[in-house]
């Protein structure tokens, strides 16, 4: 795209919606910042910048500026050259991590159905488009963007605010080698809803991959998974859901199983996953009745399908469901006794199995992804987070509380990275500044995760885990209780009769108690893992690879203290690279294009608090950089620091500034750092930095070419000697002959004298014979003057 059609986009942009970039806007306000979407969402521009930070509004519709065109429009240019756009904050990541040497991520935020799992897609099909590389390269680039539609078949499910709701968290790193070819990658999953593969909620659907099969199976592997409608099967008809608006899973299977391809999982590896997912789905249909206060399988048929699929005696299954190994202790002694389940246990256990089955399954795709992608070393990498948003029903369970957690600590990096560190880091640096007020919702953080002085709610909730064994609502309510007395006085926290309500930053939600306890411990009791390790199949027992006397010791890890293990060492690994940030807003709970629901956009621009963002944006510095970091990146522009500064770095920037006559307003020096005031000035910088490599890159093509010419022309000039070699010889009889010139004798033949002027000198005379058309001899004599 020539200059001026890039011109003519962007300056239509600006006319007719708003800002590009909200640190520009005149008020600073959320009615303004919300007014300021609208317009731009209303004309199509779904990307707005508050300074560095993206800010991308889910359209519910397929946008036309995600082609190669853009691709090619945004490939190494300034971000304020375009539009705001996914791709420039791309190409700035891939660019600074290739120019500094540093690790880049993203952290992708926002409500479920914001369209976080879009963007994430977007920048691993940039990244994969810019970057270079040959076979081996090409096919990482496959793996990353084939683990897509495979990860989101076993790990998105339609929830009634969302289509394609991520019910899994994911951290997709992808690795480079020093010439940024995309050469390896790491996924790290976080906390897999298994509660959908037995329940879910009216109007919701489990996992899309039941879906999938049941529509796209072949005949073959219909009779041979015994597959039938959805509504035969008890684990998906409860919601009374089977398609989705806009949802093909008859093309979506065969890209599945096109995935599992790609990534290297063996044909018959694949129909073991399959036949998996059918015997989950089996499974679910036996159901239990009460025979005398005990559980009894209510139709025995049911149980030899599912057994058949997952090669195991049905017998076993059917005593494993309804029956349990637990260890007693008397007078010291230890000893294993069965006990006979009722039907709400008999029910809990089949239930266990199923969810212990599904989420086994997806960490063995996970890994096989890792092991397709896995280098030997790390050298540069890009984080892509994305993550299930914050969440909101009419009951919210545990899963909710685990999922806005982690969410609540994603808004901590957000807080501590842009306006809690870069306040505190002016005052370090001794940079003249105005404090800015902002709600640092750390204070919601601890109530959660606290693990002493108070507790905080996970821990309360370990400890009535490893206290009570019973199930169900005695130790959901000792819970409720033992939270009253612990963090009861809390201001974040309310409790009412049947559950417990946090004020978190993205607003107040009520948790349902019920069943708390029990997916916390999260249990798959040792009778039903010893039940797996008798599969006929290698491939199952692969799933259970535990060793149970060992494992029995210490106490069970729950739920609950993985997720906050797991977020803490997220926000560990974040802390490690440069971070960039997309806040995804949902304009409407219709998921119909130009639909603006005013008052909801508005809540999620308070609470996403981009009003503060914009202050500390506009009162702040757009760019800050060590010295000698800064040095390093701009050394080029002046000859007196480059090829390398000697001198003291804090004097080497400030002569760089004053070189390129940047206004002493512009920036500030602190004691370690630079300060660069607008994103205009930097902007300058980049452009000035870019002008140099191009007359360094012209100055080398030029010697380059001239080398060429050379080369060329002394290849020629040997040619033509070989071809006239020995071919061109002197007459023999002229060898040593004197020149004489006049070889007419002019001076005695005064008759040819007379053609001659009067001064004129004849250098050489001679006759010729000259021969006309008709080949008629004539002489005359020649002169040469």
């Not at 000697?646 to 760089?656: K, N």
């Amino acid at each position: 795209m020539g200059s001026k059609e890039r011109f003519h986009w962007q300056s239509h942009n600006v006319k007719q919606s708003g800002v590009d970039d909200m640190v520009l806007l005149p008020q600073i306000s959320e009615d303004a910042i919300v007014n300021n979407l609208r317009k731009r969402f209303m004309d199509d521009y779904i990307f707005t910048y508050i300074g560095s930070v993206l800010i991308s509004v889910n359209p519910f519709k397929q946008m036309p500026y995600f082609t190669d065109r853009e691709i090619d429009l945004y490939q190494g240019a300034a971000q304020y050259e375009n539009p705001p756009h996914i791709y420039a904050l791309t190409d700035n990541m891939y660019r600074n991590m290739l120019i500094d040497c540093e690790n880049q991520c993203v952290i992708i935020s926002g409500e479920s159905g914001a369209g976080k799992t879009v963007a994430a897609k977007y920048i691993m099909g940039y990244i994969s488009k810019v970057s270079g590389g040959g076979e081996k390269v090409q096919h990482v680039k496959d793996i990353i963007l084939q683990s897509n539609p495979l990860l989101e078949a076993f790990g998105n499910a339609k929830t009634v605010r969302n289509n394609n709701s991520s019910r899994f968290g994911k951290y997709f790193e992808i690795q480079f080698s020093r010439g940024g070819e995309p050469d390896g990658g790491k996924i790290s999953n976080f906390l897999l809803e298994k509660s959908r593969v037995v329940m879910q909620n009216e109007n919701e659907r489990n996992f899309h991959i039941y879906y999938q099969l049941l529509e796209g199976a072949s005949q073959e592997q219909r009779q041979n998974l015994g597959l039938m409608t959805p509504d035969y099967y008890y684990y998906l008809s409860q919601s009374d859901t089977y398609k989705v608006d806009g949802t093909d899973d008859r093309s979506d299977f065969s890209e599945t199983v096109s995935a599992m391809q790609v990534i290297g999982i063996p044909p018959n590896v694949q129909q073991l996953v399959l036949q998996l997912v059918a015997g989950i789905l089996h499974l679910g249909n036996i159901s239990f009745c009460e025979d005398g206060n005990y559980a009894r399988v209510e139709s025995v048929d049911l149980l030899a399908f599912p057994a058949y699929l997952l090669g195991i005696d049905s017998g076993r299954l059917q005593e494993k469901l309804t029956s349990r190994k637990m260890d007693s202790r008397w007078g010291g002694r230890s000893e294993s006794i069965d006990v006979t389940l009722n039907v709400e246990q008999a029910t809990y256990t089949r239930d266990a199995l199923a969810k212990g089955l599904y989420s086994r399954l997806f960490d063995f795709l996970v890994e096989a992804i890792n092991r397709a992608m896995q280098k030997p070393q790390e050298e540069y990498s890009i984080g892509v987070l994305d993550i299930y948003g914050f969440e909101i029903f009419q009951k919210n369970g545990f899963e909710q509380f685990c999922i806005n957690f982690v969410n609540e600590k994603l808004q901590q990096i957000f807080i501590e990275l842009t306006l809690k560190a870069e306040q505190e880091e002016y005052v370090q640096e001794g940079i003249r500044w105005t404090p800015i007020e902002y709600f640092n919702n750390k204070i919601v953080c601890d109530l959660i995760e606290n693990k002493l002085s108070p507790p905080g709610i996970m821990s309360v909730l370990d400890d009535v885990c490893a206290t009570m064994h019973a199930t169900g609502g005695g130790a959901d309510q000792t819970l409720l209780q033992k939270l009253q007395g612990a963090v009861g006085t809390h201001e974040h926290f309310n409790s009412w009769s049947s559950g417990f309500v946090i004020h978190h930053y993205a607003g107040k939600v009520s948790y349902d108690v019920s069943g708390f306890c029990e997916r916390n411990r999260d249990v798959l009791f040792s009778d039903l893992i010893e039940l797996m390790q008798t599969s006929e199949q290698a491939f199952l027992r692969m799933l259970f690879p535990e060793k149970l006397d060992v494992d029995k010791k210490g106490r069970p890890s729950t739920a609950g203290s993985k997720i906050k293990k797991q977020a803490n060492d997220l926000v560990t690994t974040l802390k490690k690279c440069t971070p960039h940030y997309i806040r995804c807003i949902k304009p409407n709970e219709t998921k119909k294009p130009r639909d603006w629901e005013e008052s909801r956009v508005k809540h999620q621009v308070e609470y996403l608090g981009l009003k503060e963002n914009i202050r500390v944006r506009r009162a702040g510095f757009a760019y800050r950089r060590q010295f000698a970091k800064f040095l390093q990146r701009y050394a080029i522009l002046t000859p007196e620091t480059w090829p390398r500064w000697r001198g003291d770095e804090r004097q080497g920037v400030q002569h760089l500034l004053r070189a390129v006559n940047m206004e002493q307003d512009q920036y500030q020096m602190g004691s370690t750092k630079v300060f660069v005031k607008n994103p205009e000035s930097l902007f300058l910088l980049e452009e000035m930095r870019e002008r140099k490599f191009d007359g360094f890159a012209r100055t080398i093509q030029k010697a380059w070419r001239r080398h060429v010419a050379i080369r060329k022309y002394e290849e020629m000039r040997e040619e033509a000697s070989n071809i006239l070699l020995n071919k061109k010889e002197r007459r023999r009889n002229s060898i040593n002959r004197n020149f004489v010139g006049d070889y007419l004798g002019l001076e005695e033949r005064p008759e040819l004298r007379q053609f001659l002027g009067k001064r004129e000198r004849v250098d050489f005379a001679d006759s010729v014979t000259k021969y006309d058309r008709r080949f008629k001899v004539r002489h005359y004599p020649s002169r040469g003057t």
